[in-house]
Every structure is written in structure tokens, then in C-alpha cells.
């Protein structure tokens, strides 16, 4: 089983950037495939990004937003730049151990305000 922990979240400008960083703990990230989330207050959770053998994004944030991941410190990340008022969610990032898109671990998530 891994424990993930999100942070970097945080309140900036629209038109600013953040990282959010996950980290994991209990099992190394390469056994997993790995996703951002998001949740905004009122509406249904909804994928942002993922990174296994590909990448892929939801187009709302296609040439904004990058995934990495760094195995050697077990994180996963999410760049976020040119960040706009409807971006302003709770961001969860999520494990998946049969790279198949069943997402079996999550983390507490970390807010993100992004001001007008």
C-alpha cells in the first residue's frame, strides 16, 4: 500500500504559477501509474492529468499544465502556469497499480485560489 501526500498548493494571481508536489511513502512510484484531480466547490471531481506510459490532459489544461515525476524522490508533480479563476479547486493526486485507470490510492488533497 502507498501513502500520498500532496502540497504546494496555495492562493496566487490569475496569470501566476504553482507546483504541487505528491509524495509517496510506504511503496516506490514506479509500480504505479500516477493522475492529478481536482474537485471544485459544487461540481464532480475531475481528471486533470496523468503519467504512466504516456501523458495525457484534459484540455482545459493542455499547454498549461505539466506532470512529471522524479522516482528517484518518489514525486510526482503538476506545473501549473497561466492559472485562471475556474482552476481554483482541491487537487488530489491518485495511484493506480494496474496502469488500467482504476485509481486505488489518494491523497488528502491541497487547495488551490487562483484570484481574479
Known amino acids: 500500500q502507498v501513502q500520498l501526500v500532496e502540497s504546494g498548493g496555495g492562493l496566487v494571481q490569475a496569470g501566476g504559477s504553482l507546483r504541487l508536489s505528491c509524495t509517496a511513502s510506504?511503496?516506490?512510484?514506479?509500480?504505479?501509474?500516477m493522475a492529478w484531480f481536482r474537485q471544485a466547490p459544487g461540481k464532480e471531481r475531475e481528471f486533470v492529468a496523468r503519467n504512466s506510459i504516456t501523458t495525457n490532459y484534459t484540455e482545459s489544461v493542455k499547454g498549461r499544465f505539466t506532470i512529471s515525476r522524479d522516482n528517484a524522490k518518489n514525486t510526482v508533480y503538476l506545473q501549473m502556469n497561466s492559472l485562471k479563476p475556474e482552476d481554483t479547486a482541491v487537487y488530489y493526486c491518485a495511484a493506480d497499480p494496474s496502469w488500467r485507470g482504476h485509481y486505488a490510492y489518494w491523497g488528502q488533497g491541497t487547495q488551490v485560489t487562483v484570484s481574479s
Open positions: 510506504g511503496r516506490t512510484l514506479r509500480s504505479y501509474a
